[in-house]
Nanobody
């Protein structure tokens, strides 16, 4: 079992930055690919970024490429999402996921957190 707890969300002005963290419990964290997804107000879930179990490979949605960076620290059982140059359209609940097989697809995941709210004001 893996439990995921996100933190770091908040209110920020457009152009600002936030860093989200996702802390995982369980001894098998390093075997999972980790992802960040989001759900904006009135929108469907959307893939944001993901990272392979060893941190070597990363994937990004086109909408965040060049602005967001995903990273992980397996010694701390934590995955991060550094978000720069934030835009109002980035406003959403962001949640992290853990999957034995890396995926960019929304829907079922092996494990997911409850999410953290990010609000970007114009």
């Amino acid at each position: 079992q893996v439990q995921l707890v996100e933190s770091g969300g908040g209110l920020v002005q457009a152009g600002g930055s936030l860093r989200l963290s996702c802390a995982a419990s369980g001894r098998s964290f390093s075997t999972y690919a980790m992802g960040w997804f989001r759900q904006g107000p009135g929108k469907e879930d959307e893939f944001v970024a993901s990272i392979s179990w060893n941190g070597v490979n990363t994937w990004y949605a086109d909408s965040v490429k060049g602005r967001f960076t995903i990273s992980r620290d397996n010694a701390r059982n934590t995955v991060y999402l550094q978000m720069n140059s934030l835009k109002p359209e980035d406003t959403a609940v962001y949640y992290c996921t853990a999957d034995l097989v890396q995926t960019t697809l929304t829907g079922d995941h092996d494990f997911r957190g409850q999410g953290t709210q990010v609000t970007v004001s114009s």
